[in-house]
């Protein structure tokens, strides 16, 4: 029978991860929506704002397989502290970003710390979970992100409108600091690298290269390539898109998307655990479907927060049903590794996504973009489909 110690999820070092992440996400999404409006006002064009945006998740997306194979050998609490202080030094180089080509080099390394950093404190959260309470305890973790997406897009332009861009970039620093602050009280769990010699997994063979991926993870992976490729277009063009419409503020519907994530995590991790995996999936995509066809419909503040609560539901459903097919079934030492796959997925669908639909935003407008975005949510569930149907061994049911 397993002990209450095993199956508690809220122990001291959870939350503690939850609250470094909760931090680092506040950084992040006061930054993601706000940056457009940035680089508009220095003098960018649309097409920059794809490329600017792309360098973050490009950055990410170059750092997250070396990370991994860092958590997993190097150590997870100091792969995640480095990256904190690289995270803390990009964001304070954003005030001094005056250009659309200097911006785009912050952007990038910024991305680099965030890529490093995530993995990190990602692959932690999993060493911490029970194993009969893995994809609930997932669906608690990804909560940080929600809430912070709930308040912080809304800041972020009250900010910009009450004291302006450098005022914002301050806070965007503070927020990294009190994330670094919050990881250093996590312990050095599953450090292989510092581990005596019989202790903890067994450290990864073969050189660092060859540990940078995790081939298991690659179809869950192919899935949230596509889903990302939609939610880059809607984080990166969402604020421009409402300000066409006369909206200057569109922090509601971030917060709409964040308060229906919030329900929707947990509740995707507990049904998951229950067997429910392709039920989820289902559901996440027509939620997305609707979604998408309702932002190329609207024009008002309403419309915009039945968007995000349409969109919530499909996001919140899918990223950690799909990270646990991704990384639920992997050995202790190949967590990092899977952990990286998983995120490489994400970033390089919102990078090549946000380039992609700045260019047709620029050619078609903002409308026709997002009902174009109905094609990769296709394409997400044509490798779905034959995910399941070719019964890998990622996928319980």
């Not at 904190?84 to 990038?108: K, N």
């Not at 965007?172 to 903890?200: E, F, I, K, N, Q």
């Amino acid at each position: 029978m397993t002990s209450e110690k095993t199956a508690t999820i809220w122990t001291k070092d959870f939350t503690s991860l939850c609250s470094a992440n909760l931090a680092l996400f506040m950084s992040s999404h006061m930054l993601t929506p706000t940056l457009p409006v940035y680089l508009l006002y220095i003098g960018g064009s649309l097409s920059d704002v794809g490329y600017v945006m792309a360098a973050y998740t490009i950055g990410a997306m170059v750092m997250r397989p070396v990370a991994g194979a860092l958590v997993d050998r190097w150590g997870r609490k100091k792969t995640s502290i480095l990256a904190l202080m690289l995270a803390v030094a990009a964001t304070a180089l954003y005030r001094f970003a005056g250009d659309v080509p200097l911006l785009t080099v912050v952007r990038g390394f910024h991305g680099l710390a965030f890529g490093m950093v995530g993995t990190a404190i990602g692959t932690m959260v999993i060493d911490t979970l029970p194993a009969e309470r893995f994809s609930e305890g997932i669906g608690y973790f990804g909560l940080t992100s929600s809430f912070s997406m709930a308040l912080t897009p809304m800041v972020g332009f009250w900010l910009i409108h009450r004291f302006g861009f450098p005022v914002l970039f301050f806070t965007v620093v503070m927020l990294a600091v009190l994330s670094l602050g919050s990881s250093l009280l996590v312990r050095s769990t599953h450090d292989t690298a510092s581990a005596p010699p019989g202790s903890g997994p067994p450290r990864p063979s073969g050189g660092i290269l060859t540990g940078m991926l995790e081939k298991a993870a690659l179809p869950a992976s192919g899935v949230m390539f596509s889903i990302s490729v939609v939610f880059g277009a809607v984080i990166s063009f969402i604020a421009l898109y409402a300000n066409e419409q006369g909206i200057t503020n569109i922090g509601p519907f971030f917060t709409a998307l964040a308060l229906v994530m919030l329900v929707t995590r947990p509740l995707s991790g507990r049904w998951a655990d229950r067997g429910g995996i392709i039920k989820i999936l289902l559901i996440a995509h027509l939620a997305l479907f609707l979604g998408l066809v309702t932002v190329g419909l609207t024009h008002t503040m309403g419309g915009f927060i039945l968007t995000g609560a349409l969109l919530g539901i499909g996001f919140g459903f899918f990223i950690p049903t799909l990270q646990t097919l991704a990384v639920g079934y992997v050995p202790a030492n190949r967590r990092g590794a899977a952990t990286g796959t998983y995120m490489i997925s994400i970033d390089l669908g919102i990078g090549l996504g946000t380039i992609l639909w700045g260019h047709v935003a620029e050619v078609a407008g903002y409308r026709a973009m997002f009902f174009a975005n109905l094609i990769p949510l296709a394409l997400a569930g044509a490798i779905f489909y034959r995910f399941i149907h070719s019964r890998q061994p990622a996928c319980p049911e």
